[in-house]
């Protein structure tokens, strides 16, 4: 973990020296638009993601304000090779991807590669793909080279650290990039763990991949910079390939970006190998105060009119003490004389573990603005996975929720034993289960397919034992396909089942007699939430079929061909000492070792 004060000190230093160098950076959120579809339709576009904004505000706050956050969601033409910012072409462009957008995320530093050699910017990638599988933004294709420069495998800490390393020794105007190339060939990088670099020969072809080790993390969040600074610095949504004089607005923020998503807490005490939550976090459990977060929730409503947050929380109730401290000091917060919940509405992610442990005090997370509550129910009879869940549990948990005011909305996951539909007194079926959930008050429902997830335990054995697919009926299985919302790694004889599966249990949740029956007897206390979430399911349920019902015909036709290999990195890398690399998958060939000999300032200062 960082020393506490680090941050903000190291914050306080770049502040000193950005009045030397006028800096300007673009950063791209990447999204690839053939994974709009359920369960999350409209969150997708109408919530300016976190990420970008919280690396923006880092910059900003560092005193860099020539800084412009484009999403690809709002600017689907944007192209890297046309921006301008402040008349010119900017020094730094960066690039944050989710795994399911790496085609998109490539195509960006393809094209940000075009711009000539003398007057490219350093090209940075980051976000939740890039921390766990660096080297996929690095050809390792001779005869095609392109690549970042530098891949970011940690938080603002790490970008902020590489930037005071790269500035102490910029020489005059030099481009950043000639400095970055600079530090990096005399070692200077290699005291700053969360990094991940290419050595390349002089056509530009990497030849090993330097990986400076895991990030450290920041424990006490509330050193971030303050989320009302991201926002400042939106691309306006236009058609355009450029970028536009100004950015958004604060008085259309809302209009374009009605959710606002806000850290409160990292991390989750649960182990599920099936997720890459755990290792990620470093098993750590990291918060911010509730007085931080009642503040910040009141700047952005006063600032830009947000009355609807969401928490970027992996599990809000990990820890009763640091959940109350949030929730009774949200509950007596004052907004302009009025109690804050009567200005804002917030929702979560939860477990019902932990829902249950909480019980007695699910009155106070009314009381703080809590309306709903994402809850991960997996398979309610545990045949999937065991984390203390049984039908009985859920259910019970969906009705305290229901009780106090609060919408429970389950998050699904279908496996290969789970059959649609079962009789008996166990509700084993699919439907079975996602019909006792809607009893129990589930006004959503999210149902996908167990799938690889990159940075899990599960993940390279997936590859290995055969599980996931390369292809089916000749149709190659791409990135974007890995949002679980296709069948893509399955040993069922017919996976053609479960991919029909999701589409029947979300066809039975969303409907028109449905619809029809919630604007008459709604699940929901919430005026109109159950029939809004019945149109939303509707259309996306439209956009889920469209997109996966050409797959399941090929699941039908069968040739499936498997994988036997993990999708490591085909550069070698290496550790900065020639030790094994930390981001390294099994399979990932081993570089030989060349002595850095340079300190950083970063690791000086560590001594
Ligand atoms: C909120 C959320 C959503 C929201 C996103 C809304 C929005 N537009 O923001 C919704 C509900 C729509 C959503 C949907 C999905 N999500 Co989601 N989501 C989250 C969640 C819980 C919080 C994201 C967040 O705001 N985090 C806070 C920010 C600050 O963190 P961050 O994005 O990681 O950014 C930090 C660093 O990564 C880094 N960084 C980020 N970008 C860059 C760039 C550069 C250049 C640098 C230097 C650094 C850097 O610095 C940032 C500050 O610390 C995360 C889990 C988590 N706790 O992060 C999952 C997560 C991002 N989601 C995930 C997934 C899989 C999905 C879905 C595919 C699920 C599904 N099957 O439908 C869909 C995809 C939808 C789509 N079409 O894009 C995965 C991504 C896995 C991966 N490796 O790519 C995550 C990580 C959860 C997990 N399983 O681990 N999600
Ligand atoms: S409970 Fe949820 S967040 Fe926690 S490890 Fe399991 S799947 Fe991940």
Redesign the pocket.
Known sequence: MLKPGELLGLRQRLRNIARRHDLTTV?VCA?DQR??ML??IF??TR??????R??GAALLDSGFNKTRIVLQQWNRNFRPSQMRLDGRIPDIF???S????SDECEALIRDAGRIDPVHRPLI??????T??EPWDVFSADPLDPWGADVA?TG??Y??LSLLEVLLSIRAGDESLRTTFMRARNSGMLDGIPGLVYARTDREGVAEELVDTGIQRLLGDLDELPHPVLGYQLLEPPSRKATLGPQPLPASRIRRYSPIG?L?LT?GCKFACPY???PA?NQRQYRVKSGQRVAAEMARLQREYGLRHF?G?D?NFFNHEQRTLEILETLSRAEMDGAPIRKKVRWAT?VTVHDTLKLREHLALARHAGIRALWLGVEDMTAALIKKGQSVDKTTEAFRLLQEHGICPMPMMMHHDTQPLLTRGPKPYGLLNQARLLRRAGAISLQV?MITP???SKLYAEAFTSGLAYESVAGRRVELYMF???YVIASRHPQPWRKQLNIMAAYLYFYNPLRFLLALVRPKSKLYLADALMQLAGMWGLAQTIRRTLGWAVRLMRGNIKRKSQVPASRIPMRSADGAAASHALPGTPQSGYVQSSVKSPAASRAD
């Open positions: 950063i999204f994974t709009r369960p999350f969150a997708d919530m300016a993601p976190a990420g970008v919280a690396v960066m690039v944050s989710m795994q399911i957008h940075i990638a980051g976000g939740p793909k921390i766990y970011v938080e603002e790490v970008l998503s850290v990292l997720c890459p939550i990620y969401f970027a992996d992610e996908l997830a990159t940075g949002d679980a919302n």
